[in-house]
């Protein structure tokens, strides 16, 4: 299966889908904002970032252009509950076409997106 790299500043959140993801047989590293994600970030180190969009220190937006950065062929799924903000942003250096999921959502979702994503 994949890595996934989560960055996710909700504990609760962070810690379901850790677990989760770890039983849909994923290999995972979880960190609770955009800032301690960066280090984790290498070539080819993680096949998927899933980051929530509103964190302190680092948004997962602001995340994602940086990780594009450091790794271009990782993939990106977005978790929020401000979707619309999201979709409507115009950077030019954001990943192209970043998967959105909003809250709530459901896990099955969550694993189809990712396992597509992984897949292509």
Do not use: W, Y
Not at 111 to 118: K, N, P, T
């Amino acid at each position: 299966m994949a890595r996934l790299l989560i960055a996710e500043d909700d504990a609760a959140m962070r810690n379901f889908l850790t677990r989760s993801l770890i039983r849909a047989g994923h290999e995972v590293v979880a960190v609770e904002d955009g800032l301690k994600a960066l280090p984790h970030i290498t070539p080819g180190g993680f096949d998927l970032l899933l980051s929530d969009v509103a964190m302190p220190e680092l948004d997962g937006v602001s995340l994602a252009k940086r990780a594009a950065d450091l790794d271009p062929m990782m993939k990106v799924v977005f978790i929020t509950g401000f979707a619309a903000i999201v979709m409507n942003r115009k950077d030019s250096d954001l990943p192209p076409l970043p998967a959105v999921l909003s809250k709530p959502f459901h896990l099955r979702d969550l694993v189809a997106v990712i396992e597509q994503l992984c897949a292509s």
